[in-house]
């Protein structure tokens, strides 16, 4: 088993890592009957996409030695409203180093190939740009 999940009530739960015991708090968000005080469970999804590509790309990086270490990622959720469900998530990239085109292409394959990217239906459209330095 990988979590435990419980429902707090009023459109909130408490989501348990079982090896680690880290907790995520998530909340309906404010257009969906909810409070919006933590991720929704989609903003989730659609966070772990960003996570996955940088967790992935850092794995490459440790081997061809590069450290980018301070770079960010912005993701931006959209959702459609009949089915409701996520439509398309936006990553934008920005990296903190300057590298040659080659190792550009090393991450960049790298991050395309996350298991979050890899497992998302094909129907959600995945926008990923990267800014290098």
């Known amino acids: 088993m990988t979590s435990k999940v419980t429902y707090l009530g009023e459109l909130r739960t408490s989501s348990v890592h079982l090896q680690s015991g880290a907790e995520i708090i998530s909340d309906a968000p404010t257009d969906n009957h909810g409070r919006g005080e933590a991720f929704s469970p989609t903003d989730t999804v659609a966070n772990a996409l960003g996570s996955c590509m940088f967790t992935v790309m850092g794995i490459k990086a440790n081997t061809i030695d590069v450290d980018f270490t301070g770079s960010t990622a912005s993701v931006t959720k959209h959702m459609q409203a009949e089915p409701r469900r996520i439509s398309k998530i936006e990553v ?19 991050a395309l190939t996350c298991p979050v990217h890899l497992s998302l239906h094909p129907d959600i459209e995945k926008v990923v740009t990267f800014n290098w330095k």
């Open 92 to 110: 934008v990239f920005d990296m903190s180093i300057a590298v040659d085109e080659k190792t550009k292409t090393i991450l960049e394959r790298t």
